[in-house]
Nanobody, 115 residues
Framework: QVQLVESGGGLVQAGESLKLSCAAS????????MGWYRQAPGKQRDLVAR???????NYADSVKGRFTIARDNAKNTVYLQMNSLKPEDTAVYYC?????????WGQGTQVTVSS
């Protein structure tokens, strides 16, 4: 059973930075994309950033210019560098590996940004 293990969440003040990491417990074959989603209380889970097989990246409009997604295929790891954090970025962040046979999800890591 493959597990995605996230780390890097925490409590920061507005304007500060955090870097999230998500490592797969073993190599996952057929990965089409790696991404980060977030879910705030009472809201749906939304895409934050995604990097597809070719290396192309997509970002939610609300994080463009502030967040950067990157991957290390050799380490089966995806990262999310979050700069200039805002209180509205507060949420549980989930990593996702999407494959031909289904999706893998991390357990979630809390990011809290105080004003």
């Amino acid at each position: 059973q493959v597990q995605l293990v996230e780390s890097g969440g925490g409590l920061v003040q507005a304007g500060e930075s955090l870097k999230l990491s998500c490592a797969a417990s073993r190599t996952i074959f057929g990965v089409n994309s790696m991404g980060w989603y977030r879910q705030a209380p009472g809201k749906q889970r939304d895409l934050v950033a995604r990097i597809i097989r070719s290396g192309t990246t997509n970002y939610a409009d609300s994080v463009k210019g502030r967040f950067t997604i990157a991957r290390d295929n050799a380490k089966n790891t995806v990262y999310l560098q979050m700069n200039s954090l805002k209180p509205e970025d507060t949420a549980v962040y989930y990593c996702n590996f999407a494959t031909y046979s289904g999706d893998y999800w991390g357990q979630g890591t809390q990011v809290t940004v105080s004003s």
